[in-house]
């Protein structure tokens, strides 16, 4: 079974500044996608970012970036620029490829990031 | 592309009725939904695969009899709380899979008095 670990449960960031959210993850499987998903106050989950786990480039979207260390186990998300509209629960996920079948999203327990004026 | 809806958005039940939640895929034709169940400030908690035309997998502790799952169509699931108690009030959040990725619907807030 895979887990998913996001050991600050809340964080503060200047509007303009740059804010990392830590994800630590356990799997044995080889073949696997990762996740970033913003939460807002709508509730409405929004995929942020997604990272291949065959891929060593780590992905980008704009402002936000990942670390992606495999062999850590570890999928941080770099947020530059802060706005606060960026104020929002974010949760790292693990998917677990499967071949000819959907895959199931195995979620962290979130951080709470805040953006300050 | 790809969006997902759910309706209702709010739902307030009596203790003991049942009551229906809808997701749809809207732009895109979905084999595998999923069903999630959010407590305030917590993490979603898978509830059940949906595939069409076949009956849903339920995670370990979740009682089929009680949270029925139909996915009739492509682009249909449906969730029934059947019997519901005040302990099922919660948001409800469904995806809907496409490749390698769930979209996620707008989720459904029950309340059960």
């Known amino acids: 079974a895979q887990t998913v670990t996001q050991s600050q449960p809340e964080m503060s960031v200047q509007e303009a500044e740059t804010v990392t959210l830590s994800c630590t993850y356990d799997?044995?499987?080889?073949?696997?996608?990762l996740f970033w998903y913003k939460q807002p106050p709508s509730r409405q989950m929004i995929l942020v970012i997604r990272?291949?786990?065959?891929?060593?480039q780590n992905a980008t979207e704009n402002r936000f970036s990942v670390n992606f260390q495999k062999a850590a186990k570890s999928f941080s998300l770099k947020i530059s620029d802060s706005q606060l509209g960026d104020t929002a629960m974010y949760f790292c996920?693990?998917?677990?490829?499967?071949?000819?079948?959907?895959?199931?999203?195995?979620f962290g327990t979130g951080t709470r990031l805040q953006v300050t004026l | 592309g790809a969006v997902v809806s759910q309706h209702p958005s709010r739902v307030i039940c009596k203790s003991g009725t049942s009551v229906k939640i809808e997701c749809r895929s809207l732009d895109f034709q979905a084999t595998t939904m999923f069903w999630y169940r959010q407590f305030p400030k917590k993490s979603l908690m898978l509830m059940a695969t949906?595939?069409?035309?076949?009956?849903?997998?339920?995670e370990q502790g979740v009682e089929k009899d009680k949270f029925l799952i139909n996915h009739a169509s492509l682009t249909l699931s449906t969730l029934t709380v059947t019997s519901a108690h005040p302990e099922d009030s919660s948001f409800y959040i469904c995806s809907a899979s496409r490749v390698y990725e769930q979209y996620f619907g707008p989720g459904t807030r029950l309340t059960v008095t």
């Open positions: 990272q291949e786990a065959y891929k060593q």
């Open positions: 949906s595939n069409e035309g076949s009956k849903a997998t339920y």
């Open positions: 799997t044995s499987e080889n073949n696997y996608y």
């Open positions: 996920a693990f998917m677990r490829l499967n071949t000819g079948t959907a895959s199931k999203l195995t």
